[in-house]
């Protein structure tokens, strides 16, 4: 049988200090490792499929650990929910072969960034989208996106200490669209760089308010200085929507 059980995990990311574990708060390794060793009693090593920053939510995270033998995936998945806090939930669990690395073998991931476009405070509607107060030209703001269609060095929208590794990286759908007061980002690509899509909303939104012309958003791409775009909108703004794989981890479960 299969050591390996595969997680999707939605989680609300306000009051956690991003994916990864962290020595002075709760992230969502931290509190999924927590929950599994009060399931099983042991204590196992989680893999996130996808990194994400403090304040960052999820809809199709994907966690993966080695362990729970005697656990079916229904009551894994069951088990995980009862231990979790309640900003943290397993929505499927699957166990995969040994073998399938859910980092690697990732083919693309979809984030996308929402942004609540209003002068009038929202409360409920800015918990997961960050408020920009001017008017915003989705269009412009949409055709600058679209530039990042391809196969480009986007290093100018990585971290500034994003050095020494290939910031290389292929995009395969990005755009701006507008539904009311809400305008949303969304971009698919292979992988990202350190606060890469918030870096691009910071300079998305120059671009919305007119202070950045598309042509001029575009450029970015040939400068090759981590940190150049920006300045990096809040991670409240940024969920992680969906990791694809070749084939669903579903198919994986049925065939061991």
């Known amino acids: ?64 650990f080695r362990g729970a033998a005697n656990l079916s995936p229904e009551r894994v998945m069951g088990g995980l929910n009862r231990f979790l806090p309640d900003d943290i939930a397993v929505k499927a669990a699957y166990r995969i072969p040994d073998s399938l690395d859910v980092r690697r073998e ?43 269609a391809g196969t480009h060095d986007l290093a100018a929208f990585g971290s500034a200490g994003s050095t020494g590794k290939s910031t290389v990286r292929s995009v395969y759908e990005a755009g701006v669209s507008r539904e009311g007061m809400e305008v949303t980002f969304r971009m698919v690509a292979s992988s990202f760089l350190t ?33 150049s775009a920006g300045p990096a909108a809040p991670g409240k703004g940024l969920c992680l929507v969906k990791i694809n794989y070749l084939r669903d981890l579903g198919d994986y479960n049925e065939n061991i």
């Open 195 to 227: 606060h890469q899509i918030r870096n691009t909303v910071g300079a998305l939104i120059k671009v919305g308010q007119g202070r950045m012309s598309p042509e001029e958003f575009g450029a970015l791409l040939e400068v090759k200085k981590p940190g």
């Open 1 to 64: 049988m299969a050591t390996k059980v595969a997680l999707i995990i939605e989680y609300d990311g306000t009051r956690l200090l991003g994916s990864q574990y962290q020595s002075r708060g709760a992230t969502v390794q931290s509190e999924l490792e927590a929950a599994i060793e009060r399931l099983t009693g042991e204590k196992l090593r989680v893999l996130l499929s996808s990194r994400t920053d403090t304040g960052v939510s999820a809809q199709g995270q994907v966690a993966c």
């Open 106 to 148: 990732a083919v693309s991931r979809e984030y996308v960034y929402r942004i609540w476009n209003s002068p009038v405070p929202s409360p409920l509607s800015e918990r997961f989208r960050f408020r920009v107060g001017p008017h915003l030209d989705e269009k412009a703001m949409d055709a600058a996106a679209r530039m990042l």
